[in-house]
Structure formats: C-alpha cells, structure tokens
C-alpha cells in the first residue's frame, strides 16, 4: 500500500465526472463549489474534503473504494463501475442495444 502522503485521486474523479457526461462547470455547480477547485482536485493541486466526496459519491452513485481503489489492498476491476455510471442516462434505445451486446457475447 502507498503512503498517505502520495495518494492522487485526480484522474479518477476526473474519469467519474466524464463517465457521467459532465463538465467540471456542471460539476462544480452540482456540488457547490468553484470551477477552479474541481480542476485543482482533477490536477491534484489540491485534496477534496470528506464533505466534497460525499457529495460527489452521491452526485454519481459511486463508493469511495470506487475513488480510491488503486490505494486500497482489496482489488476488484473498476473499469466495468467507471464504464455503467452513465448507463441509466442513456435513452431506452441505447440502453436496449447494449443488452443485446452483452447477451450476443455472453453467448459466445
């Protein structure tokens, strides 16, 4: 495990806020903080309070072992989380072509 001093969740929570189809404008806005502290926090220039977690782990249904996961010892593949935290977004259509997909390969 990495020392506390050297944890970056910048590129997480960036992939998270993307992965949703927001802007750090939106973002900033959801969460009620600047623009300039999400880019901070994304470059990891600054640490997000616990506070500023929560909201964002609520904003975007995720865990906090979703943010941290390359820091903590348990492992589990997060792609998958990072790549569905959007899925409820998306039209019937969409949503209905990627079942499709998925039982086209699970048939595989």
Do not use: W
């Not at 949703?20 to 806005?29: D, F, M, R, S, V």
């Not at 901070?40 to 220039?45: C, G, T, Y």
């Not at 998306?90 to 079942?99: A, N, Y």
């Amino acid at each position: 495990m990495r020392k506390s001093s050297s944890i970056k969740i910048g590129k997480s929570l960036q992939e998270i806020r993307k992965s949703n189809g927001y802007t750090q404008e939106k973002l900033a806005e959801s969460i009620e903080v600047s623009v300039r502290y999400i880019s901070d926090i994304e470059q990891d220039r600054a640490k997000p309070s616990y506070e500023i977690l929560i909201r964002i782990c609520n904003l975007f249904h995720v865990t906090l072992d979703q943010i941290f996961s390359k820091y903590l010892s348990v492992k589990e593949n997060k792609s998958l989380a990072y790549s569905l935290a959007g899925f409820d977004k998306l039209s019937k259509e969409d949503k209905k072509t990627i079942e499709y997909l998925i039982m086209y390969f699970n048939k595989k």
